[in-house]
């Protein structure tokens, strides 16, 4: 599951259907953004212009919403520096007109540029972070 955990309102809901559906220790691997501390983020974001069409969660809310599906975490990194090194490189590649044609910008539409550096202020100041994290399922 990559980048759609934010969209998605019963993270619960999909991880039980998750754990009905794997064999035993089959892996389930998430790379979602997620919640971290308290601060407040500002929207647009990528996947949602309002707080209300944003469901990000914090990392012990996935932790408990896996395990209470019967899933067994096994892994879990947190990848803030590689998210900042990367967009700090899609910028520079931006700056040097060597932007993509074909592009995640082609899916926000012209707000994309806020929705971009609302996302990387928001991880760079500790309030979003993405998370790796694999369990297996029992």
Request: aromatic share 6%.
């Amino acid at each position: 599951m990559i980048h759609v955990g934010m969209n998605i309102q019963d993270k619960a809901g999909v991880f039980r259907e998750v754990s009905r559906v794997l064999k035993r220790g089959g892996r389930f691997a998430i790379f979602d953004i997620m919640l971290k501390g308290n601060a407040g983020i500002e929207f647009p974001m990528p996947w949602a212009v309002n707080p209300a069409t944003s469901f990000v969660s914090s990392v012990e809310d996935y932790r408990q919403a896996l395990e209470r599906a019967g899933l067994r975490i096994v892994h879990q990194r947190g990848r803030q520096q590689f998210a900042l090194e990367f967009m700090e490189k899609m910028r520079e590649r931006a700056s040097a007109g060597s932007a993509p044609i074909l592009g995640v910008h082609i899916l926000m539409g012209e707000q994309a540029p806020l929705m971009l550096k609302n996302v990387n202020q928001a991880i760079a100041a500790g309030g979003l972070e993405p998370v790796e994290l694999v369990a297996i399922a029992g």
